[in-house]
């Protein structure tokens, strides 16, 4: 390992991110355009009658920032206690890959079916990257 690879899952999922700004600013534009709601409806970046179109992207772009945190200072802890090893990396791949997939079903059915196990595998991936780091941090 070069060291550095704990930190390609955390740039995947800032590209997630920067995705999901994109298709928030289309999805918004979209419906000014067929007239369901005013521009000027969105200034203070909150729209209590936005299109559940926009509106799926908005909550989903919320929740980039809610448990991801966890897992950008988990990462960073990681590294930090040279602990970002093969286990850590690959927990860490599944969290991320679990939003991705998660961001999928959320912005297109919302099938709750589907998103909750998806949000499930990403939740205990993190948990699983928390326990290595204190399984680390204990024995070395």
């Known amino acids: 390992m070069t060291g550095y690879e704990m930190f390609w899952p955390m740039m995947a999922h800032a590209v997630l991110v920067y995705i999901l700004y994109a298709l928030l600013g289309l999805r918004r534009r979209s419906a000014v355009k067929a007239g369901k709601i005013r521009q000027s409806q969105f200034r203070e970046n909150y729209a209590a009658d936005e299109p559940a179109q926009s509106l799926v992207v908005r909550n989903n772009l919320a929740n980039q920032f809610e448990l991801p945190v966890l897992f950008y200072a988990c990462s960073i802890a990681l590294f930090v206690a040279q602990a970002d090893n093969l286990p850590a990396v690959i927990l860490a791949w599944i969290f991320v890959g679990s939003r991705y997939a998660h961001t999928f079903v959320h ?34």
């Open 107 to 140: 912005v297109t059915s919302n099938n709750l079916r589907y998103r909750s196990p998806l949000f499930a595998i990403g939740y205990i991936a993190l948990a699983g990257m928390w326990g290595w780091l204190a399984v680390w941090m204990t024995f070395s």
